[in-house]
Each structure stands twice: as structure tokens, then as C-alpha cells.
């Protein structure tokens, strides 16, 4: 039997993560936040009263076994002068999906079967008006996923405006795993909106699974300027309950000059360093090595499949 992974995230990180995780002899869950109401998601939110599918449409295609073309439909947007524009294929099969079936983890589930996806997707709650809340150093309150990254200002807090009703299968998902990820991506927009939940924290203090930090390449702007990687685990613990971070990967390679400032001024990101002993001071297991890739957009990212063999490896070794 496969052992059991549980992946919770949003956004870019943990579709990509999956893509490579995917190949593994490993049962995956994949936790999806569903408080974006950027683009395209945030248009439908507002008109089907839905909660965001962005997130959740780009796990089920990087987790597909299907043809690369269908996985390009999935993701294609709509270039026009209509009320389609900016509107990606997967977004609104999501949502014609839901308005037929009346739950987004039936309709997540019909789309999976449809596009050959092994492992489960689910959202972290089917609540339709969930709101994501920040407040700043200054006190400043900032409504809304979107509002809150492009802020740019230091978060203080993230909260929620009404605690969600979190699905009775993710905590189940949790009380079974072997292995718990907090994938790489925003740790305010992406990660933490899963951890805030009081059912998700309640479920990982109740489970015996390591919990595993992926951590990011480069900080974020106003979230997370001038992190190490201790300074990220050390805010993902100030969120979680009895249980905390057991286990970092991170990435050993320095990040070219070149690159390195084209980041810091076009997006004022900068390279995550590693602080080996700080992370001892809160007893923090670290696997460090080369995870570096460089995208077709000229962008940085996580080596997938080396990612994913150092958490094979590690769920092997435990």
C-alpha cells in the first residue's frame, strides 16, 4: 500500500510541486485554498457566488495524465473584447461543473476522472463568500486575497472575516497521512489560509505525521522581506498550534548574479538564505541541495522531480 501524502497550498507552488510528485508511488492529497478572487476566479466569484477555482483547475492539470493539449485548453485564456476575455477554459468548466452538481468536490472529482488524475483534489471548504483578511504593522486592515498581495505593505496577522466550515474529507486526509507538506508558494496567500482554519489546526495536532516546510526560492514583497528560511518556519509555527514544523527542504544553490538582480529590481524579491543554526534552535530538520530550475519564462523554479525524490526519500527513510 502507498504511503500518504497530504499537500496543502494554492497558487503556482503546489501545482507545480504535484507535476512532479505525481510519479511517485505515493497516495497524494492535494488541500486547495479557495479565497482567490484575483483574474478570472475573482470575476466568477463574484458572478456564480462560487468559491475560487484558479487555484484548483491548475492542480487538476498538472496532476492529468492526459494529452499536453488538453492540459494547454485547461489553462488557456480568452483574448477578446468580450466578457469571456482573461477567462481560462479550466476556470469555467469548474464552474458550469458546480452550477450542474451543486458541490465543488463533486465537480472536482468529475473534471479529475475526465482528465485521467489518480490522486484527490480537494478544497479546503466549499464556502462560497470566504474572505481573506490581513492587517498590517500600522494596524490597516486589507479585505480580500488579491487586495492583500498587492498590498506590498508588512503583514502583521491573516485572518478570515467568517471561520470556514472546512470539509469533513480533509481532516480525514490529515488523521491518515504519513506525511504532511506545506508546499512552496505565498505563505500568506497560499499556505497559511489552509493552516488559519481551526478544524485543519485542531487535525494537525491530532495527527502523528511529520509536518514538511518546502520553502521558497525568494522572499515576497511585504510578506516576506529579508526572510531566511528559519524566519519562514519560525511564522508557520507562530500559526500552528502543539504541533510545528519537523522537517525544511530548501535550496543549497546560489541564485546567479544576474538573475539574482533581475528579481530585485523588476520584482524587489531577493534569494532565500539558509541559517542552518537558527534552524537547530527550533528544532528543525533541514535537507538542503541544488533545487534550482530555470523556466521556459525566464523565471525561477523548484528542479520538481529533485524536489520531489527528497520527500520520497525522506517518507521512505520514516
Do not use: W
Not at 487538476?60 to 473584447?81: A, G, V
Amino acid at each position: 500500500m502507498y504511503k500518504k501524502v497530504v499537500v496543502l497550498g494554492g497558487g503556482t507552488g503546489i501545482s507545480f510541486l504535484l507535476k512532479g510528485l505525481k510519479d511517485f508511488p505515493v497516495d497524494i492529497t492535494a488541500v486547495i485554498t479557495v479565497s482567490d478572487n484575483g483574474r478570472s476566479t475573482g470575476r466568477l466569484r463574484d458572478e456564480f457566488h462560487t468559491p475560487a477555482v484558479g487555484d484548483i483547475r491548475k492542480v487538476i492539470t498538472n496532476l492529468s495524465q492526459t494529452d499536453e493539449p488538453i492540459k494547454k485548453m485547461m489553462s488557456y485564456r480568452f483574448n477578446t473584447s468580450s466578457d469571456l476575455d482573461g477567462h481560462a477554459v479550466g476556470n469555467l468548466i469548474l464552474t458550469a461543473m458546480l452550477d450542474i452538481t451543486g458541490s465543488l468536490k463533486d465537480s472536482i472529482a468529475y473534471l479529475s476522472k475526465l482528465l485521467d488524475v489518480r490522486h484527490t483534489v480537494l478544497p479546503v471548504s466549499e464556502d462560497s463568500d470566504l474572505t481573506l483578511m490581513g492587517m498590517d504593522d500600522d494596524g490597516n486592515v486589507i479585505e480580500g486575497e488579491e487586495q492583500i498581495t498587492e498590498a506590498h505593505r508588512h503583514i502583521q496577522k491573516i485572518f478570515y472575516k467568517k471561520e470556514p466550515k472546512v470539509l469533513k474529507e480533509v481532516i480525514e486526509a490529515i488523521h491518515h497521512a504519513d506525511l504532511i507538506i506545506f508546499s512552496m508558494g505565498s505563505l500568506f496567500t497560499s499556505i497559511l489560509p489552509n493552516i488559519i482554519c481551526k478544524q485543519v489546526e485542531e487535525a494537525l495536532d491530532n495527527s502523528d505525521a511529520p509536518i514538511m516546510y518546502l520553502c521558497n526560492i525568494v522572499t515576497q514583497p511585504g510578506e516576506t522581506d529579508n526572510f531566511s528560511v528559519s524566519d519562514h518556519v519560525k511564522l508557520l509555527n507562530r500559526y500552528l498550534n502543539h504541533r510545528k514544523v519537523d522537517v525544511v527542504i530548501a535550496n543549497s544553490k546560489e541564485v546567479d548574479k544576474k538573475m539574482a538582480k533581475k528579481y530585485e529590481s523588476e520584482e524587489q524579491k531577493d534569494p532565500v538564505l539558509i541559517d542552518e543554526e537558527e534552524l537547530k534552535k527550533v528544532d528543525v530538520e533541514l535537507i538542503a541541495d541544488d533545487l534550482l530550475t530555470i523556466a521556459e519564462d525566464n523565471t525561477l523554479k523548484h528542479d520538481s522531480l529533485k524536489l520531489s525524490s527528497l520527500i520520497f526519500s525522506y517518507l521512505m527513510r520514516k
